[in-house]
């Protein structure tokens, strides 16, 4: 019998940060047992219009992130519809969950509000609880002055593996 992941990693890249204006760009997803370790990944480009990606990508994140913007404009053009990304997804959650998956990452509550917008039959799929990295990095720096620095490429995939390493430093302080 194949293993069951429980937590569903995800990170996405987004026009900016409102769920109501802005909209996915790339997102990607790692399922993992509770021993971080990786049982699948996927990644995914959303076909986002090009009118709204200029006036939404813009301002200072983006002037001090000129390499993501690149990258996540260039690739806009292979990008596929947003429902065909949602089953794909979907289909993802098919092959390497039972029935429980909790979302897991940095700030993942952002996230979330995102996936509630553009893809609800994602959001059904989704326990209510959440595993969120930016919770413990509050703690540790605050209360312990630990800090553990990763890369900021902002790129899904890339920073939701850093999400994961980084909570690895975390739990290995308290061990």
């Known amino acids: 019998m194949t293993k069951k992941a429980t937590l569903l990693w995800v990170d996405l890249e987004m026009t900016g940060l409102s769920p109501v204006e802005d909209r996915i760009l790339e997102v990607a997803a790692i399922a993992t047992d509770w021993d971080f370790n990786e049982l699948g990944c996927y990644t995914g480009i959303v076909k986002v219009n090009d009118e709204l990606i200029k006036k939404r990508m813009v301002g200072d994140f983006w002037e001090k992130n000129p390499e993501s913007y690149r990258s996540l404009v260039e690739q806009n053009k292979?990008?596929?519809?947003?429902?065909?990304?949602?089953?794909?997804?979907?289909?993802?959650?098919?092959?390497?969950f039972g029935k429980t998956v909790y979302l897991a990452g940095n700030s993942i509550h952002q996230d979330r509000k995102f996936i509630e917008r553009e893809w609800p039959e994602l959001n059904e799929k989704l326990h209510y609880r959440m595993l969120d990295v930016s919770a413990w990095k509050i703690y540790f720096e605050n209360a312990l002055n630990f800090y553990v620095t990763k890369a900021e490429n902002h790129r899904a995939l890339d920073d939701i593996r850093g999400s994961i390493e980084e909570l690895k430093c975390y739990l290995k302080k308290i061990s």
Not at 78 to 96: C, N, R, S, T, Y
């Open 78 to 96: 292979d990008g596929k519809p947003a429902k065909v990304i949602e089953q794909e997804l979907l289909d993802f959650l098919k092959k390497h």
